[in-house]
């Protein structure tokens, strides 16, 4: 089984910076992309940042100069550094991986459990 575990998220002032992490466990082979995604009320899933095991980073545009990815291979864990906040960003924040676990011929997704990020004052 493999597990993806976020931590990190809360409520910030407009301005304000967070940072979001998140540890893949379990039977894994290889990790390749990790990324973060992101969903409001009433919106579809977004792509925010998302990065490949060589460490090449993808932004969405809405989020460009102001959020950071960043992954620590020997862990299996990707941060996200989130500053300038603005109140667009809330969202409950989802961390995805592409991975081969144990086992298996195949790549597959994992998804995380969200953490609630509320930018507001």
């Known amino acids: 089984q493999v597990q993806l575990v976020e931590s990190g998220g809360g409520l910030v002032q407009p301005g304000g910076s967070l940072r979001l992490s998140c540890a893949a466990s379990?039977?894994?082979?290889?990790?390749?992309?990790m990324g973060w995604y992101r969903q409001a009320p009433g919106k579809q899933r977004e792509l925010v940042a998302a990065?490949?095991?060589?460490?090449?980073?993808n932004y969405a545009d809405s989020v460009k100069g102001r959020f950071t990815i960043s992954r620590d291979n020997a862990k299996n864990t990707v941060y996200l550094q989130m500053n300038s906040l603005k109140p667009e960003d809330t969202a409950v924040y989802y961390c995805?991986?592409?991975?081969?676990?144990?086992?298996?011929?195949?790549?597959?997704?994992?998804w995380g459990q969200g953490t609630q990020v509320t930018v507001s004052s």
């Open positions: 379990g039977s894994i082979f290889s990790i390749y992309v």
């Open positions: 995805n991986a592409e991975l081969l676990p144990l086992g298996s011929p195949s790549l597959s997704d994992y």
């Open positions: 990065i490949t095991s060589g460490g090449r980073p």
